[in-house]
């Protein structure tokens, strides 16, 4: 939404109540972790990895649990294909994430410690995963 703001704040005041329409419905039908876990999977379909990986967190911090991310990944290679899997899913940060994840919630690290972790690899400072351009220095 901050992008949106540079380009016109009319296209603001349109997107913004589209968005809390969206997100901040009241009593939605469709809980609050299936909303991430739709959005990560439609951002991967799109080629979105950003979106995607701030979706997987999003519905990590929401209590998704690590089998239903598995789930989820082995469906990517289902519906992307084990190329697109391989060559683009595979080396993207949503799998790297992901794999934090997993790795240490096998050493035992808490959900809180590893969302903090998480937000500070691949928060809005992590160029691969931000979505406000900073250009270069």
């Known amino acids: 939404i901050l992008n949106f703001k540079e380009i016109d704040n009319e296209l603001v005041n349109i997107i913004v109540p589209f968005w809390k329409l969206i997100w901040e419905k ?3 039908a469709i809980d609050q972790k299936t909303r991430y876990l739709l959005s990560l999977a439609n951002g991967v379909g799109g080629g979105r990895y950003r979106q995607a990986t701030r979706e997987l967190i999003k519905g990590y911090a ?3 649990a690590v089998k239903e991310l598995d789930e ?3 469906m990517f290679v289902w519906n992307q294909g084990v190329g697109t ?3 683009e899913i595979g080396p993207s940060p949503l799998f790297g994430a992901y ?5 240490l919630e096998k050493k035992g690290k808490s959900r ?6 998480l ?6 400072k992590n160029p691969a995963v931000g979505t406000v351009y900073k250009g270069k220095k």
């Open 26 to 28: 009241e009593n939605p």
């Open 62 to 64: 929401a209590g998704v």
């Open 72 to 74: 989820l990944f082995s």
């Open 85 to 87: 899997f391989a060559s």
């Open 99 to 103: 794999m934090i994840i997993k790795n």
């Open 112 to 117: 809180s410690e590893i969302v903090k972790d």
């Open 119 to 124: 937000v500070e690899q691949f928060g809005e």
